[in-house]
């Protein structure tokens, strides 16, 4: 499907109803759950009824040709909370995770165990990063060892978003310390298994909402059918590094989600932006509204520009995840760089422009501005993206803009006589060189039908 800005009327009735789920259900339990620091139950079970909370709903999403549905509605969904959003959304990281690396029976068995249903609700963890590193995903240490048809796990993971309470816990492990990142394995650990445990919970700065801890693996046993893919898959894929071929099953999850963060960050952007404009055509200061002064005015601006230029970032990135149209030129990281650091810069613009009352929390910008934060730095910190665009900078592919490489329209007839083709300009030349001579009324009528639609 060609890239289209024309959405679609179900793609508007998604964006108004998550518009809606977020003002009047989200909005109001921020600063709550922001404060507590607890998993919002009561939202997510709200969103399972609501049918935004099931994997046949992000499946419905992911299969939109577009692209747009799934940037469309996580944008209103972080506009409404960041934190609370996040624990929306993060067992469909580790379902992404599942999709991309489980087989389809593992995918029928254990999705619905992440999701759970309205009455029941359950979560999910995608559990990558470790102490000692998380952008250097080649270091990390926590082994899985095979032992008859189970695998044993040893190590520790931090940070791990729904860590400790999910249900279900994907958990990226090394198999072979040989092979770098294509010598890791995912495994799914459920709730309960001995030798997995949640040592703390982390205090954080921001999406306070969102449960994130501390993981600790200590001879803990994984029967052999909770390898993601399976053993004959993971031997194939092991065969295939050690002569140097493959990719690591983590790296590939992070690619295909960083336009959906960027799309989270977006709705913070979006937020914080909004509110600024408001607050700044509301306050008076010498007399009149601070928003005639161009110093507040002008910064707004360009954060607006940049929040549509992200958003097409973001766009673009999704509608090439959902045509397999490949990131070369790291158009997934372009996005998520773009969006977080614009996130950033309107959450600190936002409590610049409502001054003290900013950085109290009477108003919700200053925890915007600590949720915004995140961005840069989960998924792949800015740094990790600039690294991802930058190595393509001296690939040959990046040498011609990028549309250059998008599958084109193969019509014959457009490329022949579509606009901006030779046949159209020889035609052109030949209208303008009979219209000297012709009489002036046939003039008017030929100019009138040749000049461009206004
Ligand atoms: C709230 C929160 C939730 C998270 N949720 C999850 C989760 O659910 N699951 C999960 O697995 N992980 C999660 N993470 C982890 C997150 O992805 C990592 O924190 C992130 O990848 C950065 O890793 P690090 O903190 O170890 O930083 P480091 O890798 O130690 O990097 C430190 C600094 O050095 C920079 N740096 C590193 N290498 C280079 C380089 N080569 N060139 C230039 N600069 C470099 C980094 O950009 C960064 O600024 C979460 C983190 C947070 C804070």
Same mark, same amino acid.
């Given at each position: 499907?060609?890239?289209?800005?024309?959405?679609?009327?179900?793609?508007?009735?998604?964006?108004?109803?998550?518009?809606?789920?977020?003002?009047? !259900?989200?909005?109001?339990?921020?600063?709550?759950?922001?404060?507590?620091? +607890?998993?919002?139950? /009561?939202?997510?079970?709200?969103?399972? =009824?609501?049918?935004?909370?099931?994997?046949?709903?992000?499946?419905?999403?992911?299969?939109?040709?577009?692209? *747009?549905?799934?940037?469309?509605?996580?944008?209103?969904?972080?506009?409404?909370?960041?934190?609370?959003?996040?624990?929306?959304?993060?067992?469909?990281?580790?379902?992404?995770?599942?999709?991309?690396?489980?087989?389809?029976?593992?995918?029928?068995?254990?999705?619905?165990?992440?999701?759970? +249903?309205?009455?029941? &609700?359950?979560?999910?963890?995608?559990?990558?990063?470790?102490?000692?590193?998380?952008?250097?995903?080649?270091? *990390?240490?926590?082994?899985?060892?095979?032992?008859?048809?189970?695998?044993?796990?040893?190590?520790?993971?931090?940070?791990?978003?729904?860590?400790? &309470?999910? /249900?279900? @816990?994907?958990?990226?492990?090394?198999?072979?310390?040989?092979?770098?990142?294509?010598?890791?394995?995912?495994? %799914?650990?459920?709730?309960?298994?001995?030798?997995?445990?949640?040592?703390?919970?982390?205090?954080? $700065?921001?999406?306070?909402?969102?449960?994130?801890?501390?993981?600790?693996?200590?001879?803990?046993? &994984?029967?052999?059918?909770? *390898?993601?893919?399976?053993?004959?898959?993971?031997?194939?894929?092991?065969?295939?590094?050690? =002569?140097?071929?493959? =990719?690591?099953?983590?790296?590939? @999850? #992070?690619?295909?989600?960083?336009?959906?963060?960027?799309?989270?960050? $977006?709705? !913070?952007?979006?937020?914080? #932006?909004?509110?600024?404009?408001?607050?700044?055509?509301? =306050?008076?200061? #010498?007399?009149?509204?601070?928003?005639?002064?161009?110093?507040?005015?002008?910064? *707004?601006?360009?954060?607006?520009?940049?929040?549509?230029?992200?958003?097409?970032?973001?766009?673009?990135?999704?509608?090439?995840?959902?045509?397999?149209?490949? #990131?070369?030129?790291?158009?997934?990281?372009?996005?998520?760089?773009?969006?977080?650091?614009?996130?950033?810069?309107?959450?600190?613009?936002?409590?610049?422009?409502?001054?003290?009352?900013?950085?109290?929390?009477?108003?919700?910008?200053?925890?915007?501005?600590?949720?915004?934060?995140?961005?840069?730095?989960?998924?792949?910190?800015?740094? &990790?993206?600039?690294? !991802?665009?930058?190595? @393509?900078?001296?690939?040959?592919?990046?040498?011609?803009?990028?549309?250059?490489?998008?599958?084109? /329209?193969?019509?014959? %007839?457009?490329?022949?006589?579509?606009?901006?083709?030779?046949?159209?300009?020889?035609?052109?030349?030949?209208?303008?060189? $009979?219209?000297?001579?012709?009489?002036?009324?046939? $003039?008017?009528?030929?100019?009138?039908?040749?000049?461009?639609?206004?």
């Amino acid at each position: 499907m060609a890239f289209t800005l024309e959405l679609t009327p179900a793609h508007h009735e998604l964006v108004r109803r998550a518009h809606t789920f977020a003002e009047e !259900v989200i909005r109001p339990a921020a600063a709550k759950y922001d404060q507590l620091q +607890e998993c919002p139950w /009561d939202i997510v079970d709200a969103a399972a =009824r609501e049918g935004f909370y099931s994997p046949l709903f992000y499946a419905d999403m992911i299969a939109d040709p577009s692209g *747009l549905s799934l940037p469309l509605y996580l944008e209103e969904i972080f506009w409404g909370c960041a934190g609370i959003g996040l624990t929306l959304v993060l067992p469909a990281l580790a379902l992404s995770a599942l999709n991309q690396a489980g087989t389809p029976e593992q995918l029928a068995k254990w999705a619905p165990e992440m999701f759970g +249903e309205p009455g029941d &609700i359950k979560l999910a963890a995608l559990a990558v990063s470790e102490p000692q590193g998380g952008s250097d995903v080649a270091n *990390l240490q926590t082994r899985a060892v095979r032992d008859g048809d189970d695998w044993v796990l040893n190590g520790t993971k931090i940070w791990i978003g729904n860590g400790g &309470i999910a /249900d279900v @816990t994907i958990v990226n492990a090394v198999v072979d310390p040989e092979l770098g990142t294509k010598g890791q394995a995912m495994f %799914l650990v459920p709730k309960g298994t001995p030798g997995m445990d949640q040592v703390r919970r982390l205090d954080k $700065l921001g999406h306070r909402a969102s449960h994130t801890a501390e993981l600790s693996f200590v001879d803990c046993r &994984i029967p052999g059918d909770q *390898l993601l893919g399976g053993a004959d898959k993971l031997e194939h894929k092991l065969e295939k590094a050690r =002569r140097g071929e493959g =990719r690591s099953a983590a790296l590939g @999850t #992070f690619e295909q989600t960083r336009p959906m963060v960027a799309a989270m960050a $977006l709705g !913070v952007a979006r937020a914080a #932006f909004e509110y600024a404009c408001d607050y700044a055509s509301r =306050r008076e200061a #010498f007399g009149g509204p601070v928003i005639e002064n161009q110093g507040v005015a002008f910064p *707004l601006v360009d954060i607006a520009a940049e929040i549509d230029a992200a958003r097409l970032l973001c766009w673009r990135a999704s509608w090439m995840a959902a045509n397999g149209v490949p #990131f070369h030129l790291g158009e997934g990281s372009m996005s998520k760089l773009k969006a977080s650091e614009v996130a950033v810069r309107a959450a600190e613009q936002a409590v610049q422009v409502c001054g003290g009352w900013g950085y109290v929390s009477d108003l919700p910008v200053e925890k915007w501005y600590r949720d915004a934060k995140l961005y840069t730095i989960f998924e792949g910190t800015s740094e &990790i993206q600039r690294m !991802v665009i930058g190595r @393509t900078l001296a690939t040959e592919a990046s040498q011609t803009p990028q549309h250059h490489q998008l599958p084109g /329209d193969h019509g014959g %007839l457009s490329r022949k006589f579509g606009h901006g083709s030779l046949a159209r300009a020889r035609a052109g030349e030949v209208f303008m060189k $009979l219209a000297q001579k012709a009489p002036d009324r046939l $003039l008017e009528l030929g100019g009138r039908l040749a000049s461009p639609g206004r």
